[in-house]
């Protein structure tokens, strides 16, 4: 069993910026992939961005392409989102997710962080 702990959500006007954090713990952090996803109150959740093991390949969703970046470091145990120029539509708990099978199907799930963006 992973555990997965986010951060680093909270308030910010439209065009600001944010970076999310998620620490895990228990199993081999550096052999997962990673995904972050987000959902917006009365949504279904949505992919963000997905990271391999070695870093060597991310994708992201859309509607976030060009503005945010997912990173990790395995020594840490831990997979980043940095989110720039952020938009009202961009409100919605994220989520980490581990990946340890690299077949897009996620395991294990954190709890969330708000991320809420005022216009």
């Known amino acids: 069993q992973v555990q997965l702990v986010e951060s680093g959500g909270g308030l910010v006007q439209a065009g600001g910026s944010l970076r999310l954090s998620c620490v895990a713990s228990?199993?081999?952090?550096?052999?997962?992939?990673m995904g972050w996803f987000r959902q917006a109150p009365g949504k279904e959740r949505e992919f963000v961005a997905r990271?391999?093991?070695?870093?060597?390949?991310?994708s992201y969703a859309d509607s976030v392409k060009g503005r945010f970046t997912i990173s990790r470091d395995n020594a840490k145990k831990t997979v980043y989102l940095q989110m720039n120029s952020l938009k009202p539509e961009d409100t919605a708990v994220y989520y980490c997710?581990?990946?340890?099978?690299?077949?897009?199907?996620?395991?294990?799930w954190g709890q969330g962080t708000q991320v809420t963006v005022s216009s």
């Open positions: 997710a581990t990946d340890r099978n690299w077949d897009s199907t996620y395991d294990d």
């Open positions: 228990g199993g081999i952090f550096s052999t997962y992939a």
């Open positions: 990271i391999n093991w070695s870093s060597t390949t991310t």
